[in-house]
Every structure is written in C-alpha cells, then in structure tokens.
C-alpha cells in the first residue's frame, strides 16, 4: 500500500491549545497537501509544501516537510471549535495523488 | 478558485437499482477527473481516474462493471452505480483538474451521500 500513515488518529484538544498533527509517505514525491473535511462534509484545501520547501505558514497554520524522513507535521496554533474537521495528508508523485488515512482533530470549546 | 459541483449531494436508493452521480467543473475545462470513495471515518480511496474522450482507468480491486464512468465532456463526468448493494453505501467525492500532468492542485466536488437499503 502507498497510502502511509497519519497520527495521531484522533485528537482531542482544548479550545486555545495549538493542534499537531504527522503526516508519513512510503515515495518520493512532488509536493505534498493537507486538507480539511468537516463530518460529511467536502474537502477543504488549506496548504500545499513543495518537495524543495522546508517550511510553509498560512495564517495560523504551519507546515513543515522532510522529505528525509519522509514525513510532514500540521500545526495549527491558538485552536478554535470551529477547527474541529478531520485533517488529511496527500502527496503528489508522478501521475499519482494518495491520501492519508486523516486525523480527527476535536476542540473543545 | 476553479469550483466543481457534484448532484445529487445525497440519494437513497434500493437494492438493485442504478444511480448516476455527476460531477461538473464549472468554470474550467477538466482534462482529468478523479472519483473518490470515502466510508465513515476513513480516507478517500481512489476509484478511477477519468479523461475526456477515453475510457476510465480503474484502480485495482475496483469492478469497472460496477462502477462505471463516462466523461464525455469536459465539463461533465458521470458515476453510475450499477445494482447498487448495501456494501455500496458511501460518500463518493470527484475531483477534476485542466492540463497534460498532474498539477499542483486538483479541484474536489462537495461529495455526494450515496445510502442503498
């Protein structure tokens, strides 16, 4: 399987706390995204990061790659209720675009 | 940004029949569609990747029988879910993009509830 891991599976935070999550490959690839998805809900693009970028932020996001490693980390800082969603890894090689299996990330107001 | 719709967003169907799930670009002209199936719970697995024109490709262990794909325009692809069953109960997600290669970011649909009873 391609589809490589996510952890942790669910997590449940206070409203405020900054939420960490880890994304892990199993090939090379050429970019790499996260995804939000609100419970039976569409996809919600939130960041892409290059394969030759180290580090991206948008807003209260922070994405780092180590394509070493094979592995990227979430963060979302100063979390919010309205951040609770299932998050999703996915990764570009090739022709080919693979999801993680998600993280569901709960805030607690 | 590009928007790609999906109809019907949620369908309830019996066991044994057939349901058509279309999905549109919009605004831009797409290439390349993908179908996605989601269960409860669990990520999105690739189905098929779809071109204008051309047959759809099946990823392994997905019957191309059961789920058959016609993108005839580039604005418009369809799923049908043949005979549908139980087990076929899912959130089927497409998503589409423009151009040769796989781009930086492809466009997803908001997903369409499929319940077979």
């Known amino acids: 399987s391609q589809q490589g891991e996510e952890d942790p599976q669910a997590l449940s935070i206070q409203e405020g706390e900054n939420a960490t999550m880890n994304c892990s490959y199993k090939?090379?690839?050429?970019?790499l995204q996260w995804y939000r998805q609100n419970s039976g809900r569409g996809l919600v693009h939130l960041i892409l990061i290059r394969s030759n970028e180290r580090e991206k932020h948008s807003g209260r996001l922070r994405v780092t790659l180590d394509t070493s490693k094979k592995s990227s980390s979430l963060l979302i800082t100063a979390s919010r209720a309205a951040d609770t969603a299932s998050y999703f890894c996915a990764w570009g090689y090739g022709q080919n675009f693979v999801f993680g299996p998600g993280t569901r990330l709960s805030v607690l107001p | 940004g590009a928007v790609v719709s999906q109809h019907p967003s949620r369908v309830i169907c019996k066991s044994g029949t057939s349901v058509k799930i279309e999905c549109r670009s919009l605004d831009f002209q797409a290439t390349t569609m993908f179908w996605y199936r989601q269960f409860p719970k669990k990520s999105l697995m690739l189905m098929a990747t779809s071109n204008e024109g051309s047959k759809a490709t099946y990823e392994q262990g997905v019957e191309k029988d059961k789920f058959l794909i016609n993108h005839a325009s580039l604005t418009l692809s369809t799923l049908t879910v043949t005979s549908a069953h139980p087990e076929d109960s899912s959130f089927y997600i497409c998503?589409?993009?423009?151009?040769?290669?796989?781009?930086?970011?492809?466009?997803f649909g908001p997903g369409t509830r499929l319940t077979v009873l």
């Open positions: 998503s589409a993009f423009w151009g040769d290669s796989m781009p930086d970011t492809q466009y």
């Open positions: 090939t090379s690839i050429n970019n």
